[in-house]
């Protein structure tokens, strides 16, 4: 049951910058990963090539056996390190986007971005614009837009790193839940420098180094861990 797969994948970028070398990663359904490790060790350029925005220079990568995102037919969202969020258009329009994108005829997206921001606790802000809320309040609409398509595969690109610890806190622990809720369904593979983080979010973490970027640990963590 292999979802993401990377195969001695080696990355050099155009201007020679050596970014990942012989990486070899096998996420199974259900995972939460935590690609934990220094800025600047390749964490980014990996979940890039998960999500089909990066080509490795050398080895493969696979999507349920096969060699692209869209063969594969999984449902892959990301969530930047930034709330990327339309600033002109309320926060449902803005959870609504890939609905639309996707020709979801419009009663049934509205239900779904109703049944998507409740859950992040945005339940009566459909109608607020984003520059009304705050930066936390934003990355949970962000995270509402990646999750109002139902992904089987969440990327998240360091999601809360510009926020204050205490929001962070309560975001991871809000993720941590919704992770849950689906039931060894939904992948997450969470890009993270903080430790502690990795350790209470997720069932697996991966460590790498720097130059060039390669795995060093992965460690499953026990459930006792994290249900303290
Ligand atoms: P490539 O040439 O592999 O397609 P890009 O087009 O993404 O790479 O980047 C073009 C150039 O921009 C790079 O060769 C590099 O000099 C610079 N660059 C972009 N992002 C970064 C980064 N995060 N760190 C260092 N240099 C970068
Ligand atoms: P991390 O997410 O762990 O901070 P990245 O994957 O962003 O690491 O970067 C890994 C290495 O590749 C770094 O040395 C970075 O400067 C370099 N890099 C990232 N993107 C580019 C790019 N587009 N062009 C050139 N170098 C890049």
Known sequence: NTVLFAN?????????TRALDEVRLR????DFVSLLGPSGCG?????????????PSHGHL????TDTPAKSGLKIAMVFQEATLMPWANIATNVRLPLDLAGVPRAEADARVERALEPVGLGAFGKAYPRELSGGMQMRASIARALVTEPDVLLMDEPFGALDEFTRNK??????ALWAA??????VVFVTHSIYESVYLSSRVVMMAARPGRIVADVAIP???RDE
Not at 8 to 16: A, L, M, S
């Open 223 to 225: 459930e006792p861990v």
């Open 27 to 30: 996420i199974q359904r259900g």
């Open 182 to 187: 689906r039931n060894q369904q939904l992948t």
């Open 43 to 55: 964490k980014s350029t990996l979940l890039k090539m998960y999500a089909g925005l990066e080509a």
């Open 8 to 16: 001695r994948v080696e990355k050099t970028y155009g201007n020679g």
């Open 62 to 65: 696979r999507w349920l056996g």
């Open 171 to 176: 975001l991871d622990a809000d993720l941590r």
